[in-house]
């Protein structure tokens, strides 16, 4: 999860490229939607919603084109599967002061010189001196790096963990024979 906006990212990938999954069950509403999807598409070059089969018809008529869509069933056996009914389009929305809104002061600093007291002035300097797309790479290796430890900690243990603990251990990094005894 991160902050996006006023919104909160379920899943966020950075490899290469920049992706957020807005997960929607059968027990949530659309109420909040447009709003979520306008923040992500400020920041992620690729927004996709994933949403139970049943609901594809409704979340068509309330996106975009250019959001993604995957949609999940449940098998006979009570597994579930993703499919991809649509690919997401590259966002012609990324603001790259949205972007730097994201990170917080102190990682604003670690791109420049720490000579400016409030964050304002830090993403100003940014924003003046490098470009869209300078700003774009440099938020998503940032995130890429920020995280890699603790992504590669859930791949490197996925046979151990139970997928309903992925986002747990993500979060606390605790030792897996502490939690499962």
Avoid at 104 to 109: D, F, V
Avoid at 161 to 181: A, E, G, M
């Amino acid at each position: 999860e991160m902050n996006v906006g006023s919104s909160r990212a379920d899943i966020c990938m950075i490899n290469g490229k920049s992706m957020v999954f807005e997960i929607k069950t059968e027990y949530d509403t659309y109420a909040r939607l447009s709003k979520q999807l306008y923040d992500y598409e400020q920041v992620f070059e690729y927004v996709c919603i994933v949403v139970p089969e049943c609901q594809i018809d409704s979340v068509i008529s309330l996106i975009g084109e250019n959001i993604g869509i995957i949609f999940y069933k449940q098998n006979r056996l009570g597994n579930i599967k993703f499919y991809e009914y649509r690919s997401p389009i590259y966002s012609k929305n990324i603001n790259p002061v949205t972007q730097l809104r994201a990170l917080t002061k102190t990682e604003l600093r670690k791109m420049i010189n720490p000579t400016y007291n409030s964050k304002t002035e830090i993403i100003e300097n940014i924003i003046s001196n490098h470009s869209q797309e300078e700003i774009n790479d440099t938020f998503k290796e940032y995130f890429k790096s920020k995280y890699q430890d603790k992504w590669l900690y859930i791949y490197s243990n996925k046979n151990v963990l139970h997928s309903l603990d992925y986002q747990w251990f993500f979060k606390n990094n605790l030792s897996i024979s502490s939690v499962y005894k």
